[in-house]
């Protein structure tokens, strides 16, 4: 338990904050993309949602088209953008969150190989392998949701089954008869996907790790799943929670700290050079956050400066200092991104200790004690070439 404590002391380096930082950045922007492509594609006006959201707009949350109100005589007055979107649009939104956690999980697999090579004896292990790493062992998230959705789709097989066949008048009771003695059946099947959905959401928490540790592929990522849903469930949530409040903490009070010297520097240059305050100032609003759940608005708000989190602006004197300043504000936009991608190193690195704890309890093993099979291949072609 004290590791995943102390597992901050591990996390917060230049390695695992530099993967976090590329996946996240590249999670994030598949998340823009496609959830702007869901806007267009339902037919809303994008330009006004950038006006309002910016970079990264949630629209599960967002109210970005009072009029929707007043078209539907003010009964849905909790309606989101959501609503307004399409079937396709809301695939693509789905698909922005999925690439988004897809992300997550590659940050996984290189913060995890970096601390697995740490506490084995090589504190030293190349920033690139373990970026290469993450890019090889990404296409494991593919095949474990895929497996999931096979299931899925066999399970939705047999109920479509009945379903037509009870469509044909001839074929009604006969079909009700058949799924009557068959209830059973499927009710089992139904019982096992949803068994199978939290065992690979367990699984893909621990995906990442078991990959990395014992070189594991999909079938260990869905077999740990299981494994500690069913023999470590409740250590499992503790030791997830403790490395949660442990990872929110860190994170609180690096983001406090960095993005407040991130404005300290404006504000030294805008003292001594006043006029820099066109550049710096204006179109601070690029780092904005979009509009999010009101409890997590207000977590945020004790942590970011308020530049943040409202807009904040001068007179702008000309068309030119105008571009300055929107390019200068990408700066603010980075510092937000690269305070995410340490809390994504923060987790990612309790999350190894957590599954260490989790491991040794269930199966006697060490993760950090043994030799994964790609280390014994290594050193097998090098003595053969001996």
């Known amino acids: 338990m004290m590791d995943i404590i102390n597992s901050p002391y591990k996390a917060l380096t230049v390695k695992k904050i530099s993967i976090a930082l590329i996946f996240v950045s590249l999670g994030l922007a598949l998340y823009s993309l496609f959830t702007y492509i869901a806007y267009f594609s339902s037919g809303l006006d994008i330009f ?48 922005g969150i999925y690439l988004l956690v897809f992300s997550y999980f590659c940050a996984g697999i290189g913060i995890s190989r970096l601390n697995l090579e740490e506490k084995r004896g090589d504190p030293f292990y190349p920033f690139l392998d373990a970026l ?18 096979s299931s899925f789709l066999l399970l939705l097989f047999f109920h479509l089954l009945f379903s037509f066949t009870a469509n044909f008048k001839p074929l009604f009771y006969p079909t009700a008869i058949i799924l009557i003695l068959a209830f059973p059946f499927l009710f089992i099947l139904s019982a096992m996907f949803l068994y199978m959905l939290v065992g690979f959401l367990v699984g893909i928490i621990y995906g990442p790790i078991t990959a ?11 077999y740990e799943g299981f494994t500690v849903l069913n023999e470590r469930p409740f250590k499992a949530l503790f030791l997830e929670l403790l490395n949660l409040i442990v990872s929110l903490a860190v994170f609180s009070a690096f983001s406090f700290l960095f993005l407040r010297a991130v404005l300290l520097t404006s504000k030294i240059l805008t ?48 068309p030119l200092t105008d571009a300055y300043s929107k390019v200068l504000s990408l ?20 999350r190894v200790f957590v599954y260490r704890e ?25 003595s053969e070439s001996d």
């Not at 309002?52 to 989101?80: L, N, Y």
């Not at 290469?132 to 999931?148: A, C, D, H, V």
């Not at 030799?371 to 290594?378: D, I, Y």
Request: proline share 6%.
């Open 132 to 149: 290469m790493e993450s890019f090889k062992k990404s296409g494991l998230f593919i095949t474990t949701t895929l497996t999931l959705l």
């Open 212 to 222: 990395t540790s014992f070189e594991g592929d999909t079938f260990d990522i869905f």
């Open 48 to 95: 006004r949602v950038w006006e309002i959201h910016r970079f990264f707009p949630i629209p599960t949350w967002a109210k970005t088209f009072p009029e929707f109100i007043a078209e539907r005589g003010g009964d849905v007055f909790f309606r989101t953008d959501f609503d307004r979107f399409n079937l396709a649009g809301k695939a693509l939104w789905f698909l």
């Open 271 to 318: 003292f001594f050079a006043p006029n820099l305050k066109f550049l710096l100032y204006p179109n601070i609003d690029f780092g904005s956050l979009p509009q999010l759940h009101p409890y997590l608005s207000n977590f945020l708000s004790l942590i970011l400066p308020k530049e943040f989190l409202v807009f904040v602006g001068t007179p702008i004197p000309t």
């Open 358 to 382: 989790l491991v040794k309890d269930k199966d006697g093993i060490d993760i950090f004690s043994i030799k994964p099979k790609l280390l014994n291949f290594k050193e097998e072609a090098k």
């Open 331 to 350: 700066w603010y936009v980075f510092a937000l991104i690269l305070c995410l991608a340490v809390f994504v190193s923060l987790s990612w690195t309790g």
